[in-house]
Each structure stands twice: as structure tokens, then as C-alpha cells.
């Protein structure tokens, strides 16, 4: 990177930042500030690599300790996937040790998908651009769904796609969009709510013959598919 000024709430996954190598590289005469940001995986040429101006706020994991960040060590990325929100992200596993790990000082409103950070007064901001939601406000009208999800999980009539991606990792980010529709519905961002609602019916797979898009296939596919239908009807979407 060179010629960026400002902070960066970021995760870095497997990147190459030059012909080098490298997940980032802060260039001979820029200044980067990193603020609770996650670097890591990169395939050569270490995490971080400085010859400029390099800020850390907060506190910044770099899983191999590269430009002096105080945490290092695995921060347990999933793949990149729909989770929620306009783009891909990288969800964090469970034990990861971005979760709860920010500095509040630093942390920003959302994440990357919008979702608001910290979700209670009383927890830690996580680090990087994904905010795992351990829990949240399930309405009644949206309760349903998420048991039928979860039910049919358990006894396999439902199942995750893809061969690049692990079915598993595909289940949660399948559960993530859900909790963001939720979490949209829930701060009164109905249009947000409607169009998340949207792109998860685009992710099921109804017959299944799954395709590179999907995340969610198997025999309870179409009754999931109608009941998202009937929850975009009792939201009042268009």
C-alpha cells in the first residue's frame, strides 16, 4: 500500500502485496495507520512489511508478529463467503483470537456488513472487518425459520455445498446471512432486510442439483425456500 492516509479496520487473507510477497506492504514515503485489523495467511513474504510510516491503533492482530502488532498467532478466518451485507467476508471461527480482542478506543460503528459493533454495551469489539454474532433478537415471525434451519441441519435433510469451500463453513455463512436480515429487520432497515432475504433465496438450492452459487442444499431445501418466501411477506417486502 502507499499513499494511504487514515485507519483501516481490515481482515487480510492470503494476499500478495507485490511481486515479493507479503499480505500488506507499506511503501518508502507512505504513511499507514492499521486500527484493530487482522493480517494474516499470506502465502509468501510475511504479513507485513514496512519501509514507510506505520501506524498501529488498538490493537492489531498479525499472525506472524510482523511490524511489531501485539497479538499474533492463527486468528481462525473461515473462507471468503457471503456472510451478510454487500460483500464477502471472512467469518471467524469460534476461539478465535480476534473475538472481543479490540481496542474500544478504535472500534468502528459496523462492520463490513453493516452489522453494529459491539452488539451488546457490555462485549468487546472483535477484530477485523467481520463481527461474529454469538447471539442476538430473534423475532417470532423469523424464530421459526431459524429452528427449521438448525433442525434440519442436525438430521442432514438440509446440507452445505461446494468442494473448494467445506460444506460446514458454507452452513454458517448461509446461518450469518440470515442473523444480518435479522439484524437489519430488527434496527428498522427494512429495505436492507428485504434485499439479504433475497440474495439467501438465491442460495438454496431447492432440488437438489446445487451450483456454484448455492450454500444450501438437500431434501428440506423448497420448504425452506417457502418459508423465506412467506417471512419476506410478513416483512412487507417488494
Not at 490493537?59 to 499474533?72: F, M, V, Y
Not at 442473523?179 to 432486510?193: I, P, Q, S, W
Not at 431434501?219 to 423465506?228: F, Q
Request: with cysteine; net charge negative; glycine share 12%.
Amino acid at each position: 500500500m502507499s499513499g494511504f492516509r487514515g485507519p483501516l479496520y481490515y481482515t487480510v487473507s492470503g494476499n500478495q502485496a507485490d511481486i515479493n510477497g507479503g499480505g500488506i506492504m507499506n511503501d518508502l514515503g507512505a504513511e499507514l495507520t492499521l486500527s484493530n485489523s487482522v493480517i494474516a495467511d499470506s502465502p509468501l513474504g510475511g504479513d507485513c512489511n514496512n519501509i514507510g510510516t506505520l501506524n498501529l491503533q488498538g490493537t492489531n492482530l498479525i499472525e506472524d508478529s510482523g511490524c511489531g502488532a501485539p497479538l499474533s498467532g492463527d486468528p481462525k478466518l473461515a473462507r471468503l463467503l457471503d456472510n451478510g451485507g454487500p460483500t464477502p467476508t471472512h467469518a471467524l471461527h469460534s476461539g478465535s483470537l480476534a473475538l472481543n480482542a479490540a481496542d474500544k478506543s478504535f472500534c468502528a460503528v459496523i462492520d463490513q456488513r453493516g452489522v453494529k459493533r459491539p452488539l451488546t454495551t457490555k462485549a468487546q469489539c472483535d477484530l477485523g472487518a467481520f463481527e461474529r454474532m454469538e447471539s442476538i433478537i430473534i423475532p417470532n415471525d423469523a424464530i421459526t425459520i431459524w429452528q427449521f434451519f438448525h433442525q434440519q441441519v442436525a438430521n442432514g435433510a438440509i446440507t452445505g455445498t461446494g468442494n473448494k469451500v467445506t460444506a460446514e463453513q458454507r452452513l454458517d455463512a448461509f446461518n450469518n446471512e440470515f442473523m444480518v436480515a435479522v439484524h437489519y429487520n430488527y434496527r428498522h432497515k427494512t429495505g436492507a432486510a428485504c434485499a439479504q432475504l433475497a440474495g439467501m433465496l438465491k442460495h438454496i438450492d431447492p432440488d437438489n442439483t446445487p451450483d456454484a452459487n448455492d450454500l444450501a442444499t438437500g431434501g428440506a431445501g423448497k420448504a425452506l425456500v417457502e418459508l423465506l418466501v412467506a417471512l419476506r411477506a410478513d416483512w412487507q417486502c417488494q
